[in-house]
């Protein structure tokens, strides 16, 4: 199967500064969703995004499909953001079930 | 409009004893899977099926069963629970349309 790496595992900012979490993949997927993990451990859709850039609100998040990586941004960052950022990539190779493979995540904390 | 949704929220079983995870969506997908989360790792896949009738195995199908009630219910049953499956567990239904993957809130499972 195909391997999902995000980086960086940790990240600590004040609130109002902005990030950028990446998310690489080894091979060809045809698919990609970002998910946040908030503190109550909900998953939250945030992007399903197989090639361009995709914006809603603060969150806006980019991928190249032929570079094989996903960026999340996150601008002014609030402490409601904080939590667990997980990439998911969907197998290509003909399955019809979609096998999503999670990266490890990236753990936000926002000071105010 | 409910999404996807998991009982019980939460459970404490004894070594050896049984259980089933009860999912239903209300979104009329195809697809339907088991995920388990553990402390610092993403979601692994347990088991899936991508239409009523099939279920097929994922990463770490030991020690689980599974069943395709009807298009809405996919339930997940631990036979002769263990400590290694204190986990938290979440069911996801698929979009045939986009392949987006929708969440429910997840069930934390204790195993003493």
């Known amino acids: 199967g195909i391997q999902v790496e995000q980086s960086p595992p940790d990240l600590i900012l004040q609130e109002g500064a902005n990030s950028t979490l990446r998310c690489n993949f080894s091979d060809s997927v045809n698919n990609l969703q970002w998910f946040h993990q908030n503190p109550w451990g909900q998953l939250i859709n945030l992007f399903y995004i197989p090639s361009g850039t995709k914006q809603n609100g603060r969150l806006s998040a980019t991928t190249v499909a032929t570079e094989r990586y996903s960026l999340l941004y996150i601008s002014s960052s609030q402490t409601t953001d904080s939590g667990v950022y997980f990439c998911?990539?969907?197998?290509?190779?003909?399955?019809?079930?979609?096998?999503?493979?999670f990266g490890q995540g990236t753990i936000l904390t926002v000071h105010p | 409009n409910a999404g996807v949704t998991q009982t019980p929220k939460f459970q404490v079983l004894k070594t050896g004893q049984s259980m089933t995870l009860q999912c239903a969506q209300d979104?009329?997908?195809?697809?339907m899977y088991w995920y388990r989360q553990d402390p610092g790792m993403g979601l692994r896949l347990i088991y899936y099926?991508?239409?009523?009738?099939?279920?097929d195995k994922g990463e770490v199908p030991n020690g689980y069963n599974v069943s395709r009630l009807n298009k809405r219910e996919f339930s997940l049953r631990l036979e002769s629970a263990a400590p290694s499956q204190t986990s938290v567990y979440f069911c996801a239904s698929r979009s045939g349309n986009t392949g987006e993957l929708f969440f429910g809130e997840g069930s934390r499972l204790t195993v003493l």
């Open positions: 099926s991508a239409s009523e009738g099939t279920t």
């Open positions: 998911a990539a969907h197998e290509t190779g003909g399955t019809s079930y979609g096998k999503l493979t």
């Open positions: 979104m009329n997908h195809n697809s």
